[in-house]
C-alpha cells in the first residue's frame, strides 16, 4: 500500500512575503480534506479541512467578504 504525501502549493498571488497558506489539493477526492499550513513553518501543524469548507472559505475569499489586505 503506499501512501500519498501532500502536494503543497501557494497562490500564484503570493509574493513570497512569508505571509503565505499552502494548501495540498490532492486529498480532495482521496480523503475529502484540503490540508492547510503556513509557508512560514514547513514542519508546523497542518490544518485539515473538509473539503466544503475549503470551498467556502476560497468562495467567501472570491466574493471579497474578507476585505482587501
Do not use: H, I, Q
Not at 1 to 22: D, H, I, L, Q
Not at 28 to 53: C, E, F, H, I, Y
Amino acid at each position: 500500500m503506499t501512501t500519498e504525501t501532500p502536494r503543497w502549493f501557494k497562490s500564484s498571488y503570493s509574493n513570497n512575503g512569508g505571509a503565505c497558506v499552502e494548501v495540498a489539493t490532492n486529498f480532495a477526492a482521496s480523503n475529502g480534506t484540503v490540508p492547510l499550513r503556513d509557508s512560514k513553518n514547513p514542519a508546523g501543524p497542518v490544518l485539515n479541512l473538509p473539503t466544503t469548507a475549503f470551498a467556502t472559505f476560497v468562495a467567501s475569499v472570491k466574493a471579497g467578504d474578507w476585505g482587501t489586505p
